[in-house]
């Protein structure tokens, strides 16, 4: 891990703005915005719509991720409302054992744990996110990569989407430590209304 001031934003309002650039203006204006500090995540912004938005540090990803402690990253990321209650509070509780300066084995093992003994709410169906932001800085190869939009199916479920298909527009990542299918879809603009680059695979 690379000190924890490599991870942070020093403007409040600069992470209010781009994390509220992961959606349309319609959805971001009205929801929860919460950045980071030196123990977590705290709400800056209370919500009246549901949504949830932030911005993901490295440690959003599995611990396997090759970037899992990557400090520039920034991924913009809003939540509806049924993610915002179940599948960002795994995030949110990883983020805490990252800054306690637990190792991957740790959060690993206390993630599974939670999930076990139901201390995390189980996935709640529809839960999906919107990563629409201009801004965004998903990885060292990737950067920008291309405005998507996320949905949280519990279990194995590519294979029920027909995910990875030949000409299909859904890609997935198996996510087992949060016991989750990632499924993505491209969109073709960024929040701001601004054409995406072409879409290729």
Known sequence: MAPVDEYLIADENTEIALARSAAPASISNGAEVMVLGRKGFTTAVKGTNG????????????????EFWNPKIRSPICFNPQ???TFARIFLMKTKLVLEGKS???IV???????????LPALEPGAMCYMMSKQQYLNDQGVSWHPH???FVSGDAAK????????????????????TTILMVWVGK???GSPAPPMEH
């Open 149 to 151: 939009l996320i949905f």
């Open 83 to 85: 993610a915002a209650r």
């Open 160 to 179: 029920s989407w027909g995910a990875d298909l030949p000409g299909s527009p859904i890609m997935a990542a198996d996510d087992p430590q949060e016991r």
């Open 109 to 119: 093992a206390a993630t599974a744990s939670a999930l076990d003994k139901k201390e």
């Open 51 to 66: 949504f949830l938005c932030v911005v993901e540090r490295s440690w959003g990803a599995t611990t396997d991720a090759p």
């Open 190 to 192: 960024w929040s701001d």
């Open 104 to 106: 991957k084995a740790e």
